[in-house]
């Protein structure tokens, strides 16, 4: 049974940090590209960031050079550092797995940041 749990989210003032990890078992973590999006309330869901089976990696622009992806396989985990926090980015953040044309979801962790 595939399943990915995420955890880490939580409430942080605007300019924090938090570390958003996702676990992956009954897949083979390390043939799957990861990625992590986010959803806020009444908008559709967007990615975040994404790392190839490779290490390559990808940001959406609004982003960049506050976030990080990495990925340690040994233990078929994703993680997602999130610096500089701001407002907007509350939301549920969600990790997925992907590989070939089918992506599969974990169930979600809230992040917070108060102003």
């Known amino acids: 049974q595939v399943q990915l749990v995420e955890s880490g989210g939580g409430l942080v003032q605007a300019g924090g940090s938090l570390r958003l990890s996702c676990a992956a078992s009954?897949?083979?973590?390390?043939?799957?590209?990861m990625e992590w999006y986010r959803q806020a309330p009444g908008k559709q869901r967007e990615l975040v960031a994404s790392?190839?089976?490779?290490?390559?990696?990808n940001y959406a622009d609004f982003v960049k050079d506050r976030f990080t992806i990495s990925r340690y396989n040994a233990k078929n985990t994703v993680y997602l550092q999130m610096n500089s926090l701001k407002s907007e980015d509350t939301a549920g953040y969600y990790c997925?797995?992907?590989?070939?044309?089918?992506?599969?979801w974990g169930q979600g962790t809230q992040v917070t940041v108060s102003s």
């Open positions: 997925a797995a992907r590989r070939g044309g089918v992506r599969v």
């Open positions: 009954g897949i083979i973590f390390s043939l799957n590209a």
């Open positions: 790392i190839t089976s490779g290490g390559s990696t």
